[in-house]
């Protein structure tokens, strides 16, 4: 299996653009994690999804994040309108729901916001 | 609510050190707990887990111990080396969701 796939591995976008982040979930997993991690704050769970549904965004920083997964292939992550703050890097994770709790991980996307 | 404390790095060593990297835990219930690492520009990579008290994780000559009576799970290692620098978290997982806990993580720095 070729794991976690995010894309795009580098982002950088000027404050105000949209910026949209994008995952392909390992094939049978069916939760899926977006987590962002900075020097400040370290790990943070943004949101995570069950079987398409998002089960707790409680993470989400605020209204200018939203989070997707139309199927059980493909989720999204955007920003919009875009800030400085927002710098960090974004991870997405996925896992056989309740079965091991093992979470998998994709190599990220840094993005910075000037 | 649940949560992990890991010992702050970064942690320094010269190769073929002992290491410990300390974990506790505060949890309802009984969780599992996992030991992360993290290699420089990579997202993190499940290392070890334990499901139940008295459990030992173990993988790539690192060990943790699930121990109930302390709440704990340090990471160790007999003989470390330069490839293990990196960053370790450890987690535990939440019960009724499918979120895990994680630490704040520790940084280690193998020197030759």
């Known amino acids: 299996d070729a794991g976690v796939i995010q894309s795009p591995r580098h982002e950088v976008t000027e404050m105000g653009q949209e910026v949209t982040l994008r995952c392909k979930p390992i094939?049978?997993?069916?939760?899926l994690f977006w987590y962002r991690q900075t020097m400040m704050r370290g790990l943070e769970l943004l949101i995570y999804?069950?079987?398409?549904?998002?089960?707790?965004d409680s993470g989400m920083p605020e209204d200018r994040f939203s989070a997707k997964m139309p199927n059980a292939s493909f989720s999204t992550l955007k920003i919009q309108p875009s800030e400085p703050r927002d710098s960090a890097v974004y991870f997405c994770?996925?896992?056989?729901?309740?079965?091991?709790?093992?979470?998998?991980f994709g190599p990220g996307t840094r993005l910075t916001v000037t | 609510g649940n949560s992990v404390t890991q010992m702050e790095g970064p942690v320094t060593l010269s190769e073929e050190a002992f290491l410990t990297i300390n974990c506790t835990y505060t949890?309802?219930?009984?969780?599992?707990l996992f030991w992360y690492v993290q290699y420089p520009g990579e997202g993190l990579q499940l290392l070890l887990k334990?499901?139940?008290?008295?459990d030992k994780g173990s993988n790539k000559g690192f060990e943790a111990t699930y121990r109930k009576e302390t709440t704990s799970f340090h990471l160790e290692k007999g003989s470390v080396q330069v490839s293990d620098s990196a960053v370790y978290f450890c987690?535990?997982?939440?019960?009724?969701?499918?979120?895990?806990?994680f630490g704040t993580g520790t940084r280690l720095q193998v020197f030759p």
């Open positions: 994770a996925s896992s056989l729901s309740a079965a091991s709790y093992e979470q998998y």
């Open positions: 094939s049978g997993h069916n939760s």
């Open positions: 999804f069950n079987n398409n549904v998002p089960i707790d």
């Open positions: 949890a309802t219930g009984y969780p599992s």
């Open positions: 334990a499901t139940k008290a008295d």
């Open positions: 987690a535990l997982s939440e019960s009724n969701t499918d979120k895990l806990i």
